[in-house]
């Protein structure tokens, strides 16, 4: 079974500073990952996601997330933030059978 | 473009009452889902759907009740409800059957009950 465990429920950070959100992950086959974003009173959006290849992803709004196999983590950053990253970021693996497990999400506040 | 359409937004419903919530999408996508977002514990599974006319269980799915009879649109039910139900629910759905698609969700739906 996968799981998915995202480290920090809550980062607080000020604008221009840069950001990393941690994204761990246990499974016993092969996974695809994802980031998804969700700002307040929203559904969720695609931020980024890793289907194989270059493990450097990059994603919308200047997000790139890494995929590091050995570690089973696929961390957010971003050089510079900006009040408007201000959100919720949930980090998801999907199996071969299309089933979406998502972490328990981490609070982004940016401060000006 | 709609997406995926989620209604009501917002229900307050007391003990016992029942409810429906309804989504609908425009994209022909075959794969639909309802999950429900708690404060610290992120999105679960309640039920889902790969096609017209089929359900399946999730992480999460009792006192829950679905239907896929048309593509489009897939319904959820309480038919108890239960304080424990407070909760936003997000409906999505994604193309195919393939590992690597994405979910494209709906804005939510806001269920208290008291």
């Known amino acids: 079974a996968q799981s998915v465990t995202q480290l920090d429920s809550q980062v607080p950070v000020f604008e221009e500073a840069p950001v990393e959100l941690r994204c761990n992950y246990s499974?016993?086959?092969?996974?695809?990952l994802f980031w998804y974003v969700q700002y307040p009173n929203q559904g969720l959006q695609l931020l980024l996601k890793y289907l194989s290849g270059s493990t450097l992803v990059k994603g919308i709004n200047g997000f790139e997330a890494e995929f590091n196999k050995s570690q089973t983590s696929f961390h957010l950053r971003k050089p510079s933030v900006h009040i408007s990253d201000t959100a919720e970021y949930f980090c998801?693996?999907?199996?071969?059978?299309?089933?979406?497990?998502f972490g328990s999400g981490t609070k982004l506040n940016v401060k000006p | 473009n709609a997406g995926v359409t989620q209604t009501p937004k917002f229900r307050v419903l007391k003990t016992g009452q029942s409810m429906t919530l309804l989504c609908a999408q425009d994209?022909?996508?075959?794969?639909m889902y309802w999950y429900r977002q708690d404060p610290g514990m992120g999105l679960r599974l309640i039920h889902y759907s790969v096609g017209e006319g089929t359900t399946a269980k999730g992480e999460v799915p009792d006192g829950y009740n679905v239907s896929r009879l048309k593509k489009q649109n897939f319904l959820l039910g309480l038919e108890s409800a239960a304080p424990s139900q407070t909760s936003v629910y997000f409906c999505?759905?994604?193309?195919?059957?393939?590992?690597?698609?994405?979910?494209?969700f709906g804005a939510g739906s806001r269920l208290t009950v008291l």
């Open positions: 999505a759905s994604s193309y195919s059957l393939v590992g690597a698609n994405v979910l494209t």
């Open positions: 994209m022909n996508h075959e794969y």
């Open positions: 998801a693996v999907v199996n071969n059978f299309n089933k979406f497990y």
């Open positions: 499974s016993s086959v092969s996974v695809y």
